[in-house]
């Protein structure tokens, strides 16, 4: 049974950085594409970054050059190092796998399998 378990949220204020963390139990030959989504009061969640199998990765473009999405494969955790974080950049940060299919060609929450229960991120001004 997969399991993804979200840490590493925070208060920090703007130009700060933090580092999220979504360590994943589950049989990774199943694990097609793992990624960082994020969800503000009142929005709909929308994707972040994500990182296929094969190691390529994405970014929308609100946080390219400023967030870096990695795995360490042998821990099985997915991290997202934020730098630079802007007050918009404030939400619930979810973590979250597609098993036996590619990623999309940008983070896309939709066709997600799993989900874990989020850490929540505020910057302040």
């Known amino acids: 049974q997969v399991q993804l378990v979200e840490s590493g949220g925070g208060s920090v204020q703007a130009g700060g950085s933090l580092r999220l963390s979504c360590a994943a139990s589950?049989?990774?030959?199943?694990?097609?594409?793992m990624g960082w989504f994020r969800q503000a009061p009142g929005k709909e969640r929308g994707g972040v970054a994500a990182v296929d199998k094969d190691g390529s990765t994405s970014y929308v473009d609100s946080v390219k050059g400023r967030f870096t999405i990695s795995q360490d494969n042998a821990k099985n955790t997915l991290y997202l190092q934020m730098n630079s974080l802007k007050p918009e950049d404030t939400a619930m940060y979810y973590c979250g796998e597609r098993t036996y299919d590619h990623c999309s060609a940008s983070p896309d929450p939709y066709g997600m399998d799993y989900w874990g229960k989020g850490t929540l991120v505020t910057i302040s001004s």
């Open positions: 589950g049989y990774t030959y199943k694990r097609y594409c």
